[in-house]
């Protein structure tokens, strides 16, 4: 696997260490402790475990210096609990993400329902700092924490007939007061091609900046696909399902044309509402933050080979 390091990109800004905290943030705390208030309420329920345990994994990380934790935990998509980026920040507190269960099914020798202790314990979390990139043109630079999605499918034992795998959000309208509307056919579903699924760049996240994942960022349990668009990256797992034919996916239902079930980050290929050449760099200033969107986000070196032989236009 490559570095990825981004040439454009001085030694100086490479955060050297475990700090995270960006200027503005510590100036803030400087002038007043209400900013480390605002850390852990923004962490839910998960704030009051026991720290995840982990370790670095730098050689699949960007040496691109990692957003502020506050630029990653309060501008969000999260449809359940609103349409704004402030929503899911505002709205998610409450939210229990524990207890947890999951359940696994379709085609795979091993099913049921799991909790997610039992769906977390065999596994050792890493950190890894990945690139993000929103179909809506906008990305940034996160710390996750959390370990291979292959390894968590290989203990099901998929059958042959697996070629791809489906993942489910909880459906409470109690809880999420966005599914009270119909922007989406709830529970959100997001699903990829086995091979994606296997592939070692995938992540099944359980944490971010060393904390478990505050709700607004798909507590307990959410996906990364890295070389995809953020849509992929579907929140809050209730259910994991191999199946034998490709599933229907909530983007690509509500707007087939724009939301594809690939969604690889790329460049060439405009939403049909707006151009997806550039994009802009949450947190840059105006000289820093409009940026060249690279194919497949930068990672095409590891997942061009996935997708030889498909034309990349007409599977977007
Ligand atoms: N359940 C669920 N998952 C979701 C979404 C959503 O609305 N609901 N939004 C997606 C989109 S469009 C993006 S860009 C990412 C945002 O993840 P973040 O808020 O952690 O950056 O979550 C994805 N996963
Ligand atoms: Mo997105």
Redesign the pocket.
Same mark, same amino acid.
């Given at each position: 696997m490559k570095r990825y390091s981004d040439p454009s990109i001085l030694p100086s800004a490479i955060t050297p260490e475990y700090e995270y905290f960006d200027r503005r943030r510590l100036l803030a705390a400087l002038a007043a402790s209400a900013a480390m208030i605002i850390g852990s309420v923004g962490s839910g329920l998960a704030a009051t475990l026991a720290p995840p345990r982990y370790t670095r994994n730098t050689k699949l990380s960007t040496r691109e210096a990692p957003n502020s934790w506050e630029d990653?935990t309060t501008y /969000? /998509? *999260?449809?359940?609990f609103g349409l704004d980026k402030s929503d899911?920040y505002e709205r998610a507190q409450e939210f229990r993400s524990r207890p947890w269960t999951i359940e696994i099914a379709g085609e795979a020798e091993l099913r049921g329902k799991f909790t997610l202790e039992d769906i977390l314990k065999p596994h050792a979390l890493e950190e890894r700092i990945y690139r *993000?990139r929103?179909?809506e043109a906008w990305s940034r630079i996160v710390p996750w924490l959390g370990f291979p999605l292959a390894d968590l499918l290989a203990r099901f034992k998929p059958t042959s007939k697996a070629k791809f795998v489906e993942f489910t959000?909880l459906l409470d309208p109690k809880q999420m007061p966005g599914q009270r509307s119909g922007v989406l056919d709830w529970p959100?579903r997001e699903a990829l091609r086995i091979d994606e699924a296997m592939h070692p760049l995938t992540l099944m996240v359980v944490g971010v900046y060393g904390k478990w994942l505050p709700n607004? $960022? +798909?507590a307990p349990l959410?996906l990364i696909v890295p070389w995809k668009y +953020? *849509?992929k +990256?579907?929140? $809050?797992i209730v259910k994991i399902r191999f199946t034998e034919r490709q599933p229907a996916t909530s983007w690509n239902m509500a707007a087939p044309d724009e939301y594809g079930f690939f969604a690889n980050v790329n460049p060439a290929v405009d939403h049909p509402r707006w151009s997806q050449a550039k994009e802009r760099r949450i947190g840059g200033n105006f000289l820093t933050s409009r940026i060249d969107t690279l194919p497949f986000n930068g990672y095409d070196d590891d997942v061009a080979a996935l997708y030889r032989g498909m034309d990349l236009r007409r599977y977007y």
């Open positions: 990653v /969000n /998509n *999260f449809y359940e899911p *993000f929103c179909v959000t959100y607004q $960022s +798909g959410r +953020g *849509f +990256g579907i929140k $809050s």
